[in-house]
């Protein structure tokens, strides 16, 4: 079974340029997260998804991020514009979504973004 | 707001001796607590998840103790190998927060050959 994929791996951009990342969940799974892990930190979270409603954004800076899940399935999380701050590493996980957090999540590779 | 610690923060060991990473909550109601393994460039993997109503958790030479009271869950690493080496991350998912998991920063080991 694939495990949840992301791309590109690797980015760099210029400050004040967008940048999407893509995100494919294992298959059934319900429950799509994004976390942003800055460098000897643990990730935290940007958003979660149940199925294609965003349960929980409060973490997201809306003013420059946002993100979509189309169908239940894919999601893509776009920054614009990219800020010097925003450099770190952006994972994708997603867990089969079952009732009083008893699931386990499973984590992306993650893409590493370098704002110039 | 939960926040999670993890000491220390970098162990170097040689190979062969068993070790104890720890992981402290500041809130005791949890649904959850889940051990990760990082490796460099690399996504998390999932260890080993104790529900807040269990005590400990095994896998081969990992054993992932909690105590929801205080706050407090080791992670017990046997034999250890370089194979090892990676950084561990805790997570806990609180009663109150929904589904989101809160991480500590890590432990990065080394496992010296």
């Known amino acids: 079974e694939a495990g949840v994929v992301q791309s590109p791996r690797y980015k760099i951009i210029e400050k004040k340029q967008p940048v999407a990342f893509w995100c494919n969940p294992i298959?059934?799974?319900?429950?799509l997260y994004w976390y942003l892990q800055n460098l000897g930190q643990g990730p935290e979270l940007l958003i979660r998804?149940?199925?294609?409603?965003?349960?929980?954004d409060s973490q997201l800076p809306k003013d420059r991020f946002s993100a979509e899940r189309l169908k239940g399935v894919d999601s893509t999380l776009k920054i614009q514009p990219a800020e010097l701050g925003d450099s770190a590493v952006y994972l994708c996980?997603?867990?089969?979504?079952?009732?009083?957090?008893?699931?386990?999540?499973?984590f992306g590779p993650g893409t590493r973004l370098t704002v110039l | 707001k939960q926040e999670v610690t993890q000491i220390p923060a970098a162990l170097s060991v040689p190979e062969g001796e068993n070790l104890v990473l720890n992981c402290s909550f500041t809130?005791?109601?949890?649904?959850?607590l889940q051990w990760f393994r990082q490796d460099p460039g690399k996504g998390l993997t999932s260890l080993l998840l104790?529900?807040?109503?269990?005590r400990e958790q095994t896998s081969g030479r990992l054993n992932a103790s909690l105590d929801k009271s205080s706050g407090r869950s080791t992670l017990y690493i046997a034999a250890s190998q370089p194979g090892d080496s990676a950084t561990y991350l805790c997570a806990v998912r609180p009663e109150n927060y929904g589904q989101n998991f809160v991480f500590g920063p890590g432990t990065r080991l080394s496992v010296l050959p």
């Open positions: 298959s059934g799974h319900n429950t």
């Open positions: 996980a997603s867990s089969i979504g079952t009732s009083g957090g008893t699931d386990t999540q499973y």
């Open positions: 809130d005791s109601a949890i649904y959850n």
């Open positions: 104790i529900q807040s109503s269990q």
């Open positions: 998804y149940e199925n294609e409603e965003a349960v929980d």
